[in-house]
C-alpha cells in the first residue's frame, strides 16, 4: 500500500491513534520488565541502586519512546528503510575499525555521550529491510533465484561483518532473523530445506578444521563448544558457569528458595548473574513457577504480535511485526536456551529482563514499530 | 488479499515453530526443575566449592620508639568436630591424659559441642603450651576430631601500663555486629576479635586488616577434603604511638596505687608522651575472657581501675585553675602584674564569708605572690572585676570546657561555666558567688587530666598545642603540626610564668618541697588541691577536720600541672590524686614524672634538694619498672 492509499483506507488520526496503541502488549512488556527489575534487586543484595533503579529509568524512557513511535506512520518506516539499512552498515563498519574492545570483541562505539552497540541496531535494521523489500516484490518473483539472493546478500554483508569483531552469536542471529522475515514472506520452502542441509554440512566442517591451519573459529569459541557438550569435564575452568548455573536452575524446584534466598546467587557461585545468567537466579529463587511464568509472558509477547501481524492486511506492516518477534524470539529462546544448557553459551542476554542499555532501548523502539504498524493497519 | 493470505499461513508455520521451542524450554525447565530438583539441590547445599576466611593479622601497635604495646601472639588451641569425634566423651576424657581439665570444664566444653552442628569445629581448650601442642599432635590418632591448629591472639606485652588508652579486644557480640553497618563478613567467624574501647576500638579500621580467602572442595556433609585456591589476607596496618613505653611504665609505677591520673605532653610538638590512668588493670584478662569473680573485683573496686581517669574523669581543678582567671584579668587590663590585693584570710561578698585556705591571711599580695602562695582571696577579689564570662572564654582558649580529638574512648568534655551554661543546665541565674568559686577551680568548673595538661602546655609556649596520640600509620608519619599563636600578650604569659615558678622555686613557694635543683631542669608548675565535700560555718568553727582523719573518699583531690625546663619548655605535666589529700600528693610525681621525661630514664640523685634523695632512691628502688625502662642512675644523661 502506498501512502495514497492510507489516505484512502481507514486509519485513525491524531490523538485517536492512542486508543490504538496495542496495550496488551505494553502490559506485557512492563511485567517481563519488572521480573527483571525484582532479580537486579535481588542479585545486587538487596540494593536498589545497583542494578533495578538505573534499569528502570531505562524502562521508562524507552516505554515513553515506545509509545512516541507507535504515533508514527507505518509507511515513513518503509521510507526510511534503505537509508537506515545503510547507515548501519556504516557504523558496522566503524565498529570494526575504531570500536572499543570488551570482553575479547570488538563490539562497541563510543559516541560520547553514548556507547553504541551497532550491531543490536543492525538485527532491527536488517528485518525492516527485508520487510520493504518483500513489499515491494511482486508475489509471483518472491521464491524466484535471483530475488531470493538479493535478501541472502542483504543478510550476509552485515553478518560479515559481525563476524570480524568476532561476535558468532549476532551473526547466527542475523541469518535466523533473515530466515523468520523470508519464511513469512513466502519464499519456498526448498530453499529453507537446502540451507539447513548446507549448515549441517557446514558443523561437520568446523569441527573437521580444528586444529588444522584453516580452523574456521577462535580457540576460545571451540572451548565453549566443548564445554556445552560437556561441562563436567572441566568444572573449575570454562564448564563452571554453566553448572553452577544448572546448579542454581535446578535447585530451585516448584516454588524455588524465596526471594533474595538464592544460595547460589548469595554466595557468588554464579557467573554474571545481573547479565546473562539472570534467568537462572529467577529459576533459583522463583522455582518453576517463576521460570515458567516468565516463559509464557514471553510466548503471550510472540502471541500479541503474531495476532496484529495476522489481522493486518498490510504486507509490511505484516512483515515487520512478525520479523522483530521473531528476532525478540531468538533472543530470549538463545538466552534461555544457554541457561538450561540446550545451547551452548554465547553471551546473549535475556531480552528486557538483564541489566544493559543499549538492547533494551533498541527493543522497546522495535517495539515501537510494532505499535505503529497496529495503530495504523488499515480497517 | 492474496498477499495477506500467504503471510497469514508462513505466519501460522513460524507462530508453530515458535511455540514448539517454546515447549522444548518449558519441557527442560520442568524436568530441571521438578524431576531432578532434590539432586540439584543436594549439589547446591553442598556445593563442593566454598569459600573460607582467612582472619587477618591485627595491625601492631608501636609506641615512639617501635617498641610493640599491642601485639599478636601464637595461641596454639584444639577444636574438635563432633562428627569426626564418634564418641565425643572418650575423646575429651583421653584429651584430659594431656591438658588438665577440671569435670566442671570437660562438661561444659562436652555441653558446647552437642549444642553446635555436628560438622562445627569447637574449641576445646586453648593457649597451650607447647609440650602439649606437641603432644596432642603425636596423638593425633588416638584422638579422632580432634584438630590442634595455632591462631593468632592479641597480647599486650607491657600489661597495664597501656590498660586505659589502648583499650583491649574481645570477641565480636551480637551488639557490636548491630552498630555496623554493613559489617565485614570476617567479623561473624567464631573468635575473631574486635577492638572493644580506646585506641583498639577508635582505629579498628586500621588496626583489623583484610581477610584473606581460601577456596576448598567440602563434600555434602561440609568437610574439607581439598585446598583449591588460597590468597592470604593483609595483616592491618601498623599504629605508631607518641607514647613512650618506658616513660608510660614509669608514671603507671609512680602512681602506683593511689586512684590517680598523669598526663605528659611534649609542648613542642603535642605529642602525648604518657597518658596514665591508676590502679590499672590487664587487658589481656579480657582478651583470653575475664571470669566473673574478677570482672566484678574490677567493678566493685572503689579506686574504679576500669575508668580511664586521664579523659573520662572530670575534677574542680582547684588552684590549678588560677593561672586562667589571673591571664584573664591581665589581658582585660584590669589588672597588672604589680596590682595587689589585701588578703585578711577571707573575703566577705553578697554576706558570705569566702575563705582563703590560710586562715591568717596573705597580707598584700601582687600577680606572682598570688601564684606563689595560692593566695585565694587575691582571685575572689579578681573574679568580681573580671567576671565568669571572661574567665571562662580563657579557659576554652586554653582547651578547657572543650573535648580534645584524640581516638581513645569516652573523653569528656570537661565544664567552663558561664552565665547561658547555668541557665540552661540548673535553670538559675549566675550568682557573684559563683564566680568567686570558679576563680579558684571550685564550684561548677570540672576538668579532665588530659585538658589540663593541654591548657599547661599552653601556657609554657603560648602557642595553640593540639595534643596528639597518633605518630604514624602503617609506617606513614601523622603531618608534624604547625600551632597558631594564641594571641596572649607575652607580658601577660611571662606574668603567670614567673608565679608557676615561684610556685616551685620562690621561698613562699606552695611546692617549694618539690623544687629541682640542678637549673638546666628548672620546674614552674602549680599545686591544686580541690575540695569534694562543702564545709560547714560550723566545721569551720570547730577547726577543718584534718583530711587523713577523714574516709578515703571524703579526702579532698590533690593536683599539680607543671612544665620544665622553666627556660626552654619541653614537657608538660598534669597529675591528679583522687582523694589525695591534697597537693603535696601530686606534686612529687609530677616532678618526678618531669625529670623522667627530661633525662630519658630514672632521674639523677642529684637533681633533687640533698634532703631528699635518701628517700628518693628508696622510693626507685622499691619500684618494679620494666627491664627496659631502667637507666643507668649515677651520672646525668643529657637529653
Not at chain 2, 182 to 197: A, C, I, T, Y
Not at chain 2, 233 to 256: H, I, K, P, S, Y
Request: aromatic letters at 8%.
Amino acid at each position: 500500500m502506498s501512502y495514497l492509499d492510507y489516505k484512502v483506507a481507514q486509519v485513525p488520526t491524531g490523538i485517536r491513534k492512542i486508543l490504538h496503541i496495542n496495550w496488551p502488549l505494553v502490559f506485557l512488556l512492563t511485567a517481563v520488565a519488572s521480573f527483571g527489575f525484582l532479580m537486579l534487586y535481588s542479585v545486587a543484595g538487596g540494593r536498589i541502586e545497583v542494578w533495578a533503579q538505573p534499569q528502570m529509568i531505562r524502562f521508562g524512557i524507552g516505554m515513553v519512546l515506545m509509545l512516541a513511535l507507535a504515533f508514527v506512520p507505518i509507511w515513513f518506516w518503509r521510507t526510511i528503510a534503505i537509508p537506515f539499512y545503510l547507515i548501519c552498515i556504516l557504523l558496522l563498519v566503524a565498529v570494526d575499525l575504531f570500536g572499543d574492545v570488551g570482553m575479547g570483541a570488538q563490539r562497541w562505539l563510543d559516541l560520547g555521550f553514548f556507547r553504541l552497540q551497532p550491531s543490536e541496531l543492525m538485527k532491527i535494521s536488517l528485518v525492516l529491510m527485508l520487510a520493504a523489500y518483500y513489499d515491494w516484490l511482486p508475489l509471483d518473483r518472491v521464491s524466484r533465484p535471483l530475488w531470493v539472493l538479493v535478501p541472502v546478500v542483504l543478510a550476509l554483508i552485515p553478518t560479515g561483518l559481525v563476524l570480524q569483531q568476532p561476535d558468532l552469536g549476532t551473526a547466527i542471529m542475523l541469518v535466523a532473523g533473515c530466515g523468520i522475515v523470508m519464511l513469512a514472506a513466502g519464499v519456498s520452502l526448498w530453499y529453507f530445506g537446502a540451507v539447513i542441509g548446507g549448515v549441517a554440512g557446514l558443523v561437520y566442517a568446523v569441527f573437521a578444521s580444528r586444529g588444522t591451519d584453516w580452523q574456521l573459529l577462535r580457540d576460545y569459541q571451540f572451548r565453549r563448544i566443548d564445554t556445552f557438550l560437556n561441562p563436567g569435564s572441566d568444572p573449575l575452568g570454562a564448564g563452571y558457569n554453566i553448572t553452577q548455573a544448572q546448579i542454581a536452575l535446578g535447585s530451585g524446584g516448584w516454588s524455588g528458595r524465596g526471594f533474595m534466598q538464592g544460595t547460589q546467587s548469595r554466595l557468588n557461585f554464579l557467573p554474571e548473574k545481573h547479565t546473562d545468567f539472570i534467568f537462572t537466579t529467577l529459576a533459583e529463587e522463583f522455582g518453576f513457577v517463576g521460570a515458567f511464568s516468565l516463559l509464557m509472558l514471553y510466548a503471550l509477547i510472540l502471541g500479541f504480535c503474531l495476532f496484529s501481524a495476522l489481522t493486518n492486511r498490510d504486507r509490511f506492516a505484516s512483515l515487520l511485526t512478525i520479523g522483530i518477534a521473531g528476532t525478540f524470539f531468538l533472543f530470549f529462546a538463545v538466552n534461555i536456551g544457554m541457561v538450561l544448557g540446550l545451547l551452548p553459551v554465547v553471551g546473549a542476554p535475556l531480552p528486557m529482563v538483564s541489566y544493559g542499555g543499549t538492547q533494551m532501548m533498541i527493543l522497546l523502539m522495535a517495539f515501537g514499530m510494532v505499535q505503529s504498524a497496529h495503530v495504523h493497519r488499515p480497517h | 488479499m492474496e498477499s495477506s493470505r500467504s503471510v497469514s499461513r508462513r505466519g501460522v508455520l513460524i507462530g508453530a515453530i515458535q511455540a514448539a521451542v517454546i515447549g522444548v524450554l518449558g519441557l527442560r525447565l520442568r524436568s530441571m526443575q521438578l524431576e531432578q530438583a532434590d539432586q540439584y539441590r543436594l549439589l547446591a547445599d553442598g556445593n563442593s566449592i566454598k569459600i573460607r576466611l582467612l582472619p587477618p593479622a591485627r595491625g601492631l601497635i608501636l609506641d615512639r620508639n617501635g617498641t610493640v604495646i599491642a601485639g599478636n601472639e601464637q595461641n596454639y588451641r584444639v577444636t574438635l568436630t563432633r562428627e569426626e569425634a564418634g564418641d565425643v566423651s572418650a575423646v575429651i576424657a583421653r584429651l584430659r591424659h594431656i591438658i588438665p581439665m577440671t569435670d566442671a570444664q570437660a562438661a561444659a566444653v562436652i555441653a558446647e559441642i552437642m549444642r553446635r552442628p555436628a560438622v562445627t569445629p569447637v574449641s576445646v581448650a586453648d593457649r597451650l603450651t607447647w609440650d602439649e601442642f606437641a603432644a596432642i599432635a603425636l596423638n593425633a590418632p588416638a584422638l579422632p576430631g580432634i584438630t590442634p591448629e595455632s591462631v593468632l591472639s592479641r597480647i599486650y606485652p607491657q600489661r597495664g601500663d597501656f590498660a586505659h588508652v589502648l583499650g583491649y579486644v574481645g570477641p565480636v557480640s551480637d551488639y557490636d555486629l548491630s552498630r555496623i553497618e554493613s559489617p565485614d563478613p570476617v567479623l561473624r567467624l567464631p573468635e575473631f576479635q574486635l577492638g572493644k574501647v580506646g585506641v583498639e576500638a577508635r582505629l579498628e579500621e586500621n588496626l583489623r586488616g583484610k581477610a584473606g580467602a581460601r577456596r576448598v572442595e567440602v563434600n555434602s556433609a561440609g568437610r574439607e577434603m581439598r585446598e583449591l585456591s588460597r590468597q592470604e589476607g593483609q595483616q592491618g596496618a601498623a599504629v605508631q604511638m607518641t607514647l613512650d613505653a618506658g616513660l608510660q611504665n614509669f608514671c603507671t609505677q609512680r602512681l602506683g596505687e593511689e586512684s590517680a591520673a598523669a598526663v605528659v605532653i611534649d609542648v613542642t610538638n603535642g605529642d602525648i608522651v604518657a597518658i596514665s590512668s591508676s590502679p590499672v588493670f590487664d587487658p589481656n584478662m579480657f582478651v583470653r575472657g575475664i571470669s566473673g569473680p574478677n570482672y566484678r573485683a574490677l567493678l566493685n573496686h572503689d579506686h574504679r581501675p576500669l575508668a580511664d581517669k586521664t579523659v573520662q574523669g572530670v575534677y574542680p581543678p582547684g588552684s590549678t585553675y588560677k593561672m586562667i582567671t589571673l591571664l584573664a584579668g591581665l589581658e582585660a587590663g584590669i589588672i597588672n602584674a604589680g596590682s595587689r590585693f589585701y588578703c585578711p584570710g577571707y573575703l566577705q561578698v553578697a554576706g558570705r564569708r569566702f575563705h582563703c585556705w590560710s586562715r591568717g591571711g596573705h597580707g598584700s599580695v601582687d600577680a606572682i605572690q598570688s601564684l606563689e602562695q595560692s593566695c585565694d582571696v587575691y582571685y575572689y577579689e579578681l573574679a568580681q572585676r573580671v567576671g565568669i564570662e571572661r574567665m571562662s572564654e580563657m579557659a576554652r582558649r586554653f582547651g578547657l570546657g572543650m573535648r580534645h580529638d584524640l581516638p581513645m574512648s569516652a573523653v569528656a568534655e570537661g565544664i567552663a561555666p558561664d552565665r547561658e551554661w547555668k541557665r540552661n543546665r540548673h535553670g538559675q541565674e549566675w550568682q557573684v558567688g559563683d564566680s568567686i568559686n570558679a576563680s579558684i577551680g571550685q564550684g561548677f568548673v570540672l576538668t579532665s587530666p588530659l585538658q589540663l595538661a593541654v591548657m599547661t602546655a599552653r601556657l609554657a609556649t603560648g602557642l595553640k598545642v593540639e595534643p596528639r596520640l597518633i605518630r604514624a600509620v602503617n609506617g606513614i608519619p601523622e603531618p608534624s603540626p604547625e600551632f597558631e599563636d594564641m594571641g596572649i600578650n607575652p607580658l601577660n604569659l611571662r606574668t603567670v610564668r614567673m608565679g608557676m615558678d615561684a610556685v616551685m622555686n620562690a621561698s613562699r613557694g606552695t611546692a617549694r618541697g618539690s623544687r629541682v635543683v640542678i637549673p638546666e631542669w628548672r620546674v614552674a608548675g602549680k599545686t591544686g588541691t580541690s575540695q569534694v565535700r562543702n564545709i560547714t560555718a560550723a566545721e569551720r568553727a570547730r577547726g577543718v577536720v584534718r583530711n587523713d582523719q577523714l574516709p578515703w573518699n571524703r579526702r579532698d583531690h590533690g593536683l599539680f600541672v607543671g612544665y620544665a625546663p622553666y627556660d626552654h619548655p619541653r614537657y608538660a605535666v598534669s597529675v591528679v590524686v583522687e582523694h589525695g589529700g591534697g597537693a603535696s600528693a601530686a606534686t612529687p610525681i609530677a616532678r618526678d614524672i618531669l625529670l623522667f621525661a627530661l633525662n630519658g630514664g630514672l632521674p639523677p640523685l642529684d637533681a633533687y634538694p640533698p634532703g631528699q634523695r635518701g628517700g628518693v632512691e628508696e622510693l626507685f628502688d622499691s619500684m618494679n619498672l620494666a627491664p627496659n625502662a631502667v637507666v643507668a642512675q649515677s651520672g646525668r644523661a643529657r637529653a
